[in-house]
Every structure is written in structure tokens, then in C-alpha cells.
């Protein structure tokens, strides 16, 4: 398919990678209604891009069922096979059994959360650890900064939230933040909106891409009206691809120390092999995430991320327990105490 690169291009396939079939049209996946789905195929020819398709089949011999954002070949409108999901946003099953895949093939989860009334830290976090779990980068948007009291200071509270996230203040309203967010969503790139419903995530997507895809207004105590209830890929302009997604529920996020066990699961298990039980693995011997690392068995930037979660629960405890508090105040008065009696000395 090497005249067709133009429209891969366009659909989001990254920049010089190699599409990997041979057989049948490569295409993707825009939204799926139960058993048909919308698909972007890539047109042959230099000039000519993709075409849409509608009511497109998926074979009996699936082993996935695709979702937005999936890879696909397909043979007239039936899709023939789902390639290898590279990263995937996905979330306890509401049924209770396994995971339910939201999307699939992300480069950036844009975590977005509303500041008109105060900024909900529970909801910043678990969004952001589900965010990581995905494979691709979280950016956390605070959205409505046009009728937020404090940005600067809301920014701030978000990024210690948060650690190693990059926090971008937003308005659908007055376009702040609009330029950034397209900085990250260039050609080439697939993004998505994770949030609770309601939070202006179909207005940013309004914004970014030229769109006019419905919005409705939050009841009076701030609930969302579940107003998108499809998943779809869309264009930014000018950019890559973006999936905008219905509003999540709180519920289906489970509590953040199991979803961090459940998200980590493989750090958990490598450090049941550490040498130490207490092992914080930094510079412990007989480290086996460490260990895992340098041998490539675990990606680095999943171990960034669980220190960075680490050092976030670690705030948020010391913060909520009186005894962990006032041995950190214990600890700080001893330590000035020192540094008072060697001036003194
Ligand atoms: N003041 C202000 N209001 C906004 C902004 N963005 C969205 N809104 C309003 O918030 C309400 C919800 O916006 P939507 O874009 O529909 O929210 P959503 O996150 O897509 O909601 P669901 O589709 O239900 O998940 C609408 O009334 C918007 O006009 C903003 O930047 N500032
Ligand atoms: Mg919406
Ligand atoms: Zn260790």
C-alpha cells in the first residue's frame, strides 16, 4: 500500500512508521454502533486520502472487538483484522469481569478536569493514574478557567497533584490553553478527553478542531448530562486525531490504591522478588524492578510513573493521618532543632 501514505498520514498512522500488512485496505476506526462500525480507509492514490464508511462488518473471526482509534484492515466493508493495539485507555468492566478497552492507539490521554467550582483533586487523580495505565502521556486540562477565581493557583495545586504532568489551564469560552492543546495534538498524533461528563470536553473538542458536535449545560448541583454517548474519532485542525469520549462515571474508578495495584500490577509482582520487603527500589540491592529496567523487561517510564505516584500518596497520607503528620512535623523540628544548635555552635 505505498501510494497510500498520504491518507495514513492523515488518519494519525505515526510519521514514518511502516504500515505492517500487505493484504487488504488499511484503515481505522471511527466509532462503533454494537456489531457495525464507522471506518476511515485509506484511499489508493498520491492525492486522494480516506473515505469514510459506514455500516462496516466485522468478521466472524475477530479475536477483539475494535474500538475507536483501532488499526484495521478491511476487504470491501468488512473489517478483516484488528492489528496490535500499541496503547489503549481502558477501565474495570461495568459488567464486573475483565477490562472494557475505550480506545485504542494513544499518544496522549488529555485528563479534563473543571475549575469553575474549585478544583476536584480526587477526581484529578484517579483520572490521571487511569491516564498513565493507558500507555500513553497524560496531560491534565483545567477546564472553565474563564470562571475560575485563582488560575495561577489552581495550576499550581493541580501540578503538585500530580507529578510529572504537564497541567495546561483551559477555556472553550476565551480559547486559553486551545494553542498548547494543539501543540500536543499534531500531525501524526492521537489524543483523547477523559473526564466526567459534563466537563467541557465536546467544547474543547469544538474549539481544536472547527467542530459543531453537541454540548448541552450541567444541571444546577453540576452533574453532566451524559450528552456524547459515543466514542468518536475526530480531526483537530491542522493536526492529528482526537477521540472524544462520553463522560466518565466516578463510580467505575475504582479506589486509587487498588486501581494503582491493578494499573502497576506488574511493578507489584516484580517487587515481591526484591530483595527487601520495604524495598522503595532506588538504590536497595537485589532490586528486581530495578533489575527489570536494565534488562528492558519493564519500560522505564513505567517505573517514572509509579515513583511518581508513590511520591503523590505519600503527600496525600501525610496530609490526611494525624500520626503520619505529626511525625513529619516531628521529624522537621528535629531537624531545625540540629541546624539551630550547630549555628548555636
Ligand atoms: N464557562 C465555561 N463553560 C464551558 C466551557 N466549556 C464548556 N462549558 C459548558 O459546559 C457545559 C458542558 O459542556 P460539554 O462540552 O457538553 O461537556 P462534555 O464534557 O462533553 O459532557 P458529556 O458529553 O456529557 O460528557 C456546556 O454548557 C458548555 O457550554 C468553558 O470553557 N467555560
Ligand atoms: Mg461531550
Ligand atoms: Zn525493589
Known amino acids: 500500500m505505498p501510494d497510500g501514505t498520504r491518507g495514513l498520514a492523515m488518519l494519525g498512522w505515526p510519521d514514518g512508521a511502516v504500515w505492517p500488512r500487505d493484504e487488504h485496505v488499511p484503515a481505522r476506526i471511527a466509532a462503533v454502533h454494537g456489531s457495525l462500525a464507522e471506518a476511515c480507509a485509506v484511499a489508493p492514490g498520491e492525492t486522494a486520502g480516506w473515505v469514510r464508511h459506514t455500516g462496516v462488518k466485522l468478521a466472524g473471526t475477530l479475536d477483539v472487538t475494535p474500538v475507536a482509534g483501532d488499526w484495521i484492515t478491511m476487504r470491501g466493508v468488512e473489517v478483516m483484522e484488528v492489528l496490535p493495539r500499541r496503547t489503549a485507555l481502558s477501565r474495570p468492566s461495568p459488567g464486573g469481569r475483565g477490562r472494557q478497552v475505550l480506545a485504542a492507539n494513544l499518544d496522549t490521554v488529555v485528563v479534563t478536569v473543571p475549575v469553575d467550582r ?60 486551545v494553542a498548547r492543546l494543539r501543540e500536543l495534538m499534531g500531525p501524526g498524533t492521537t489524543s483523547t478527553l477523559l473526564g466526567a461528563s ?74 515481591g522478588e526484591c530483595r527487601f520487603a520495604n524495598c522503595g527500589h532506588e538504590h536497595e540491592p537485589g532490586c528486581a524492578v530495578r533489575q527489570a529496567v536494565e534488562t528492558g523487561q519493564l519500560p522505564r517510564r513505567r517505573l517514572d510513573a509509579w515513583d511518581a505516584i508513590q511520591r503523590q500518596l505519600a503527600h496525600e497520607e501525610r496530609k490526611h493521618d494525624p500520626i503520619a503528620r505529626a511525625a513529619e512535623k516531628a521529624k522537621w523540628k528535629a531537624v531545625s532543632k540540629g541546624i539551630r544548635r550547630r549555628q548555636r555552635g
Not at 483520572?127 to 499550581?156: I, N, Q
Not at 470536553?201 to 481544536?208: G, I, P, R
Request: charged letters at 20%.
Open 198 to 271: 459534563g466537563v467541557g470536553k465536546t467544547s474543547l473538542l469544538n474549539v481544536l478542531g472547527g467542530h459543531r458536535e453537541r454540548v448541552a449545560a450541567v444541571r444546577r448541583d453540576g452533574e453532566g448530562r451524559h450528552t456524547t454517548t459515543t466514542r468518536r474519532l475526530h480531526f483537530v485542525t491542522g493536526g492529528g486525531v482526537l477521540i472524544d469520549l462520553p463522560g466518565i462515571r466516578a463510580l467505575t474508578l475504582s479506589a486509587r490504591q487498588e486501581a494503582i495495584t491493578d494499573v502497576f500490577a506488574e511493578i507489584a509482582e516484580l517487587a
Open 118 to 177: 474549585g478544583l476536584n483533586q480526587k477526581m484529578a487523580e484517579r483520572l490521571t493514574v487511569m491516564a498513565w495505565d493507558s500507555g500513553a502521556v497524560p496531560v491534565l486540562a483545567l477546564t472553565k478557567c474563564d470562571a475560575c477565581r485563582d488560575v495561577p493557583e489552581t495550576v499550581e495545586q493541580a501540578a503538585s497533584l500530580v507529578p510529572g504532568v504537564e497541567v495546561v489551564a483551559t477555556s472553550a469560552v476565551t480559547g486559553e490553553g
